[in-house]
């Protein structure tokens, strides 16, 4: 989650730099081929990076020149070799960002008019040519590193070269799986859920109170019920199936009869609809549950862990018919993925305290009792985990810790052949550096090319 914010903030403040249309007198910094860098490109990069971090550099320009020639050589080579991303795949990246963006601002098209001073479309059409410069100079690197492997050699070379004592220390690493299972409403306190927002609606309909006053007062999602229901603009996908299946049957101003979803029972009120793109406003009603529905929840996963450990029952299958959809690891055959790596390793003092005293007396393939799990909102869930492997603390070695060094290994060798592309490429293509810049070091592949 945390990866996800900073990289949205860095989309916001980059963006919004270039938006800005600062007044800088502007020139021509370097040329690679037919690409040109601008001196304002360098200085908004210097900008953020200075807004990021106090300990920049004294020769941060230059490496900022040379990592953006870098991408021009790039971009230059995929435009020789034709690999322009199609349309759609352009449309669909830069939809991609503007969505997030407006995401971040509840859907508020006009607090993005206020802060960037331009619309969305006006703002999209003006980093078409950008996006489509960042997909042709990914293409072209994929392209560059595509027949990059090692060999077992390779990879015992490379650990053999490293110092011994420098070799990393690995704290004690996990991988688990689990099954989340979220105790569902009786029957009596749906239907009491129900006939309380059935009543609401009536309110709404016979004039007695507006939608939007209701909606402050009972309805459950907090984050809507402030704003008196409102979801913002939305396009397809975002909502629940049986949520989105009702909004866009409404025609502007139409109130939906009371639906059932995973997360209650909602009525729905179509503000404004442009295209395929709605504005909608609910007000939920969750049913209220139970001492006796945790109690069954507890007793129906730990019937599960029975049959799996009486191997009755594959995890997998487990997971598809009882696992909680909504969790990163239902999609995963009930592995949990490390949000820091992508992969499925955790340290073990990564990991929340429930999960590590579960399994920190637990043996390899073991599966633990079911964990109650209380959320900040005040809601409940249960979850048995499988350890699927577990090492001791140790200083890397082949035999333990081979696919890292193995990665480790195949990321220098695509450094070094990216490298070795980029001096073959730079003595092969017209390339200029504006005299400000000539001085430089970190430029003097470049140089090499450049006329005194």
């Known amino acids: 989650m945390k990866k996800i914010i900073l990289l949205l903030c860095l989309v916001l403040s980059f963006t919004k730099m270039m938006a800005q249309q600062k007044e800088l007198i502007d020139k021509v910094v370097a040329k690679v081929g037919d690409e040109y860098v601008l001196l304002s490109e360098v200085e908004e990069q210097f900008s953020y990076a200075k807004e990021q971090r106090k300990d920049i550099p004294d020769n941060y320009r230059c490496m900022l020149l040379d990592q953006i020639m870098v991408n021009k050589l790039l971009v230059a080579q995929a435009k020789i070799d034709s690999l322009y991303p199609k349309d759609e795949e352009l449309e669909q990246q830069l939809n991609a960002r503007f969505e997030k963006i407006l ?83 009786n029957d009596l306190q749906k239907k009491l859920a129900k006939n309380k927002l059935s009543d609401i609606r009536e309110q709404i309909v016979s004039g007695k109170m507006p939608f939007e006053d209701l909606a402050k007062k009972f309805s459950q999602d907090p984050g809507s019920g402030r704003e008196g229901g409102d979801l913002g603009w939305a396009k397809r996908g975002k909502f629940v199936p049986e949520f989105e299946a009702a909004a866009y049957k409404l025609e502007p101003g139409q109130m939906s009869e009371v639906i059932e979803s995973e997360f209650g029972f909602h009525i729905i009120q179509l503000i404004e609809r442009r295209g395929n793109t709605i504005h909608t406003r609910h007000i939920l009603i969750k049913p209220e549950m139970v001492d006796e529905d945790y109690i069954d929840a507890r007793h129906t996963l730990d019937s599960v862990r029975h ?77 048995i985990i499988k350890l699927i492997s577990k090492t001791v603390p140790h200083k890397a070695n082949l035999l333990q810790d081979y696919s890292k060094i193995q990665q480790a290994t195949v990321e220098q060798k695509k450094n070094l052949a990216l490298v070795k592309w980029i001096e073959n490429r730079a003595q092969n293509t017209f390339v200029n550096i504006d005299p400000m810049f000539r001085s430089c070091p970190v430029l003097e592949k470049w140089l090499k090319k450049v006329k005194p």
Not at 157 to 163: A, D, G, L, R, S
Not at 337 to 348: D, L
């Open 307 to 383: 049959l799996l450990v009486k191997d009755s029952m594959t995890f997998s299958y487990a997971v598809k018919n009882f696992g909680d959809k909504n969790t990163q690891s239902y999609h995963n055959d009930g592995r949990m993925t490390n949000p820091a790596s992508g992969n499925n390793i955790f340290e073990t003092r990564d990991l929340d305290p429930d999960t590590y005293f579960a399994i920190d007396t637990m043996k390899v393939n073991s599966i633990s009792t079911p964990i109650e799990v209380s959320l900040p909102t005040g809601e409940k869930y249960y979850r």
């Open 103 to 185: 995401d971040y601002m509840g859907g508020n098209e006009q607090q993005f008019i206020d802060y960037y001073g331009q619309t969305p479309g006006a703002m999209k059409e003006s980093m078409r040519d950008d996006m489509r410069d960042q997909i042709m100079g990914d293409k072209m690197k994929a392209k560059v590193l595509a027949d990059v492997t090692v060999t077992p050699s390779e990879v015992r070379e490379f650990f053999n070269n490293i110092p011994k004592d420098s070799l990393p220390y690995f704290n004690q690493e996990v991988e688990i799986s689990e099954i989340v299972y979220k105790a569902k409403p």
